[in-house]
């Protein structure tokens, strides 16, 4: 047998459907959700959809915000990977050694490029590697140079 409901009860269920919208109602009053759509106006509705518009609006905007800020730290992490390996290169004893740590800080910076929205390009390594990374340096810190300023 279908329950009947108050005036009182309806009036405060789409009360808290309007403010909290339809699945909250029916947790907190325990009437199915289509029974509290069913009484809803359509100014109601209308209210109802602003308000959960709102909502998507700002947790779109708060969502943007936290992926701005991993992608900053993701990029702070590649910048002092790459700092990192192409100090490695600086105070390799062979040239092995630092060959392989100027392609790791080669790999670190394209993935800082990628990161920042850049291009990236191939560079093979010849010669002296640490010349290279010397250079990887240098590009490194005027980046930071420029991104203080």
Do not use: C
Request: overall charge positive.
């Amino acid at each position: 047998m279908a329950r009947t409901y108050t005036a009182d009860e309806k009036t405060a269920a789409r009360a808290l459907a309007v403010e909290t919208g339809l699945a909250e109602a029916h947790r907190r009053t325990e009437i199915p959700k289509p029974t509290i759509s069913r009484w809803l106006t359509t100014q109601e509705r209308a209210e109802m959809a602003q308000r959960s518009d709102t909502k998507t609006r700002a947790a779109t905007e708060e969502h943007k915000r936290q992926m701005a800020l991993r992608r900053i730290d993701a990029q702070a992490e590649f910048a002092q990977s790459a700092v990192f390996a192409a100090r490695k290169v600086r105070g390799a004893e062979d040239g092995k050694d630092a060959h392989g740590w100027a392609m790791a800080s080669g790999t670190m910076l394209d993935k800082l490029r990628l990161e920042m929205g850049e291009s990236t390009d191939r560079i093979d390594v010849l010669g002296d590697s640490r010349d290279r990374a010397a250079d990887l340096v240098d590009e490194l810190e005027s980046r930071r140079a420029r991104k203080a300023s």
